[in-house]
Nanobody
Framework: QVQLVESGGGSVQAGGSLRLSCTAS????????MGWFRQAPGKGREGVAT????????YYADSVKGRFTISQDNTKNTVYLQMNSLKPEDTAMYYC????????????????????WGQGTQVTVSS
């Protein structure tokens, strides 16, 4: 079984930065098939930044392009989300997710295509 544990959330002022981490344990798929989602109150779960096609592709929500960066460290079995220039609208519960290869680009932002989820870490951005 796969366990995903997120950390790094917190409360920051607009314009600040946070770095989220997701560490996988147990049987794990390639980190190239992992990514980040978020869910704000009253909204559905939204794809934020993911790897796809075994790391050959990286996808970002339009709302975070230029501000967020997804990266990985395979030696630590960890995926990161560097979030800069945070805005109040970034406030949400952030979830790490993983799926089986081939992790096609077509479904990069579809929650139903992901098999494993972390418990979530809260990010709150104040104005």
């Amino acid at each position: 079984q796969v366990q995903l544990v997120e950390s790094g959330g917190g409360s920051v002022q607009a314009g600040g930065s946070l770095r989220l981490s997701c560490t996988a344990s147990g049987y794990t798929y390639s980190s190239n098939c992992m990514g980040w989602f978020r869910q704000a109150p009253g909204k559905g779960r939204e794809g934020v930044a993911t790897f796809a096609t075994a790391g050959r592709s990286t996808y970002y929500a339009d709302s975070v392009k230029g501000r967020f960066t997804i990266s990985q460290d395979n030696t630590k079995n960890t995926v990161y989300l560097q979030m800069n220039s945070l805005k109040p609208e970034d406030t949400a519960m952030y979830y790490c997710a993983a799926r089986r290869p081939p992790c096609l680009s077509t479904t990069w932002s579809t929650p139903e295509s992901y098999n494993y989820w972390g418990q979530g870490t809260q990010v709150t951005v104040s104005s």
